[in-house]
Antibody
Framework: QVQLVQSGPELKKPGASVTVSCKAS????????ISWVRQAPGQGLEWMGW????????NYAQKFQGRVTMTTDTSTSTAYMELRGLRSDDTAVYYC???????????WGQGTLVTVSS | DIQMTQSPSSLSAFVGDTVTISCRAS??????LNWYQHKPGKAPKLLIY???TLQSGVPSRFSGSGSGTDFTLTIDSLQREDSAVYYC?????????FGQGTKLEI
């Protein structure tokens, strides 16, 4: 079945960087883009950006421009999201999601909790 | 950027009831409106895409309608397992955006 499996929880200090991975299976990886979405504690869902798994081009939400980099490794069907300069308000669950034809998200990864604390 | 506003922010209902959640976009998004169900500790689940198309495997008691700027998610014959937070999502333009969520308590 179509599945996205993310890497495990992370604890980081302010100013550090974190990389979350998202391994796809059950479909042709290069046929669908991947978006990243986060949810801070008690907050709603926030779209961070998108990467084309076919061409590798990206589009980031302005809020994260300069701090985020999304990449893919097509040989392992894995997408990566690196966030730099972590702050306490980056504490959140980070999700990857496959984009459908109309850019809806299905399925989603199980989520990765990133905690930023000194 | 397109802002998505959901109402209500929370609601309570009983098993067997019908509830409606509204979502308004700050500008025309055609039919690029999707709905997700999110339960604590789980990944969000796609319910409806392109305003009214039911995702495979989703019970038919879920339905969506609307166009342009105003959209609705309707849940008929509520079941206990429908307790969750529901989000609308516009995929018309980048940056994509979500409503703030509607918490449904059964």
């Amino acid at each position: 079945q179509v599945q996205l499996v993310q890497s495990g929880p992370e604890l980081k200090k302010p100013g550090a960087s974190v990389t979350v991975s998202c391994k796809a299976s059950g479909y042709t990886f290069r046929s669908y883009a991947i978006s990243w979405v986060r949810q801070a504690p008690g907050q709603g869902l926030e779209w961070m950006g998108w990467i084309s798994t076919y061409r590798g081009n990206t589009n980031y939400a302005q809020k994260f421009q300069g701090r985020v980099t999304m990449t893919t490794d097509t040989s392992t069907s894995t997408a990566y999201m690196e966030l730099r300069g972590l702050r306490s308000d980056d504490t959140a669950v980070y999700y990857c999601a496959r984009e459908g034809v109309g850019r809806w998200f299905d399925p989603w990864g199980q989520g990765t909790l990133v905690t930023v604390s000194s | 950027d397109i802002q998505m506003t959901q109402s209500p922010s929370s609601l309570s209902a009983f098993v067997g009831d019908t509830v409606t959640i509204s979502c308004r976009a700050s500008e025309n998004i055609n039919k690029y409106l999707n709905w997700y169900q999110h339960k604590p500790g789980k990944a969000p689940k796609l319910l409806i895409y392109s305003t009214s198309t039911l995702q495979s495997g989703v019970p038919s008691r879920f339905s969506g309608s609307g166009s342009g700027t105003d959209f609705t998610l309707t849940i008929d014959s509520l079941q206990r397992e429908d307790s969750a937070v529901y989000y609308c999502h516009q995929s018309y333009n980048i940056p994509q955006s979500f409503g703030q969520g509607t918490k449904l308590e059964i």
